[in-house]
């Protein structure tokens, strides 16, 4: 394993999968672990057991597919989509769950009422925040994103979308600079 790289590649851990799969899903449990639940953390508003949930899914998901990964893949990209994509699917099938008629035949408690002006309020900011990252390009978007609201640092986010730190610089700068452009304050990456 690279100690500068921070990313494991399949192919380093080759012989370990002539073991039989089991010692190299351990492996990479230990070496992914942390990353999979910060991001599912993240994605679960803080939720502990929500975030353990889902890394659960995720390792069930590497034990699955693990031989049908490609050698030299990036390990840290795929868990980063898988448990993107995970976390989403939660948060989908979650919003249907708690919408008023499935409560009810789940025979689960109304919510406490918010506040309409305040609820209106935020709702215009995130709406407004969104189309400022909307009428991003796609990858200054994605690199935005890993920067500012995942906390990668550029050569991180290099290594998952396969670029150099200096082209991952360059499109965080210009992202930054289009928020900014639209009033937003920004901290530079």
Known sequence: MSEHSGTMALAELDGVRRAGGTLEVDALYRRYHALVYRLALRYGRGD??????????????????????????????????????????????????????????????????????????????LHKAWS??????????????????DGKTLVEIGEVLGHTKGYVCKLVKRAEARVRAQGWEVESA
Not at 133 to 147: H, I, N, Q, S, Y
């Open 48 to 125: 502990a057991a929500w975030a353990e949930d889902v890394t659960q899914e995720v390792f069930l998901r590497l034990f699955d597919v693990i031989d049908r990964l490609e050698e030299g893949d990036g390990l840290e990209g795929w868990f980063y989509r898988v448990t993107s994509n995970r976390c989403l699917n939660r948060l989908r099938r979650e919003r249907v769950r708690n919408a008023a008629p499935v409560r009810w035949l789940l025979g689960q408690k109304a919510r406490p009422p918010v506040d309409p002006e305040r609820l209106t309020a935020a709702r215009q900011g």
């Open 132 to 149: 400022v990252l909307d009428e991003l390009p796609p990858k200054e978007r994605v690199a935005f994103c890993m920067v500012h609201v």
